[in-house]
């Protein structure tokens, strides 16, 4: 039996972002998206119910300010009191875990898909999902970006701006593009 696009794209194979199955779960996720950012603050409250269904795991907690963007919401699973400010995209092919207590500044980034090298498979939508997990107590600067495969170390710090390319150690503050320790600074 063929695997479906949905299944490769979950288990980090190639598939084609442009099934109808992988529209449809888009679709849901902008209606979601839409309605967190459209609401009057004092009835979204920490985050709308429609995005707060679609999520993987989400804490009672947690604090998403509008605007907010996801691509499929289902793969993302947030800890107690993680807060995301406002211009958050977690463009989610992949699973995205965030941590207890972590703070994502205004505008940061996160982008799971890869997309073929090759032209004429990437304009056929071929790519792969490559998880983000980011540790607990972490904080992360506004405008940064966290690029697929990364794994940031609980209590880390990632400077504003930074482009993330690689793992980030438990507790190292990280700069730059692409983002590199900061030395003499630890948290």
Same mark, same amino acid.
């Given at each position: 039996?063929?695997?479906?696009?949905?299944?490769?794209?979950?288990?980090g194979?190639?598939?084609?972002c442009?099934?109808?199955?992988?529209?449809?779960?888009?679709?849901?996720a902008?209606?979601?998206?839409?309605?967190?950012?459209?609401?009057?603050?004092?009835?979204?409250?920490?985050?709308?119910?429609?995005l707060?269904?679609?999520?993987?795991a $989400?804490?009672?907690?947690?604090?998403i300010?509008? &605007?907010?963007? =996801?691509?499929?919401?289902?793969?993302?699973?947030?800890?107690?009191?993680?807060?995301?400010?406002?211009? =958050?995209?977690?463009?989610?092919?992949?699973?995205?875990?965030?941590?207890?207590?972590?703070?994502?500044?205004?505008? /940061?980034?996160?982008? =799971?898909?890869?997309?073929?090298?090759?032209? /004429?498979?990437?304009?056929?939508?071929?790519?792969?999902?490559? &998880?983000?997990?980011?540790?607990?107590?972490?904080?992360?600067?506004?405008?940064?970006?966290?690029?697929?495969? /990364?794994?940031? #170390? @609980?209590?880390?710090?990632?400077?504003a701006?930074? /482009?993330?390319?690689? @793992?980030?150690?438990?507790?190292?503050? $990280?700069? #730059?593009? &692409?983002?590199? &320790?900061?030395?003499?600074?630890?948290?």
């Open positions: 039996m063929t695997a479906s696009e949905r299944d490769k794209m979950a288990a194979e190639w598939y084609s442009l099934v109808d199955e992988l529209e449809a779960l888009r679709k849901t902008r209606i979601a998206v839409h309605q967190h950012n459209t609401m009057p603050p004092a009835e979204r409250g920490n985050m709308a119910s429609a707060r269904e679609l999520f993987g $989400v804490a009672d907690d947690v604090f300010e509008a &605007p907010f963007h =996801c691509s499929y919401g289902i793969n993302i699973h947030l800890g107690g009191r993680v807060y995301l400010n406002a211009g =958050c995209t977690i463009l989610d092919s992949g699973r995205v875990a965030i941590g207890a207590g972590t703070m994502l500044g205004p505008n /940061v980034q996160i982008y =799971c898909a890869e997309h073929h090298r090759d032209a /004429v498979l990437r304009g056929q939508g071929l790519e792969v999902a490559k &998880p983000v997990t980011i540790g607990a107590d972490v904080w992360i600067g506004g405008g940064a970006i966290i690029l697929g495969g /990364v794994t940031i #170390g @609980d209590g880390a710090i990632v400077g701006g930074s /482009v993330v390319t690689k @793992d980030v150690a438990a507790g190292a503050v $990280v700069a #730059g593009n &692409p983002a590199r &320790p900061l030395r003499g600074v630890s948290t």
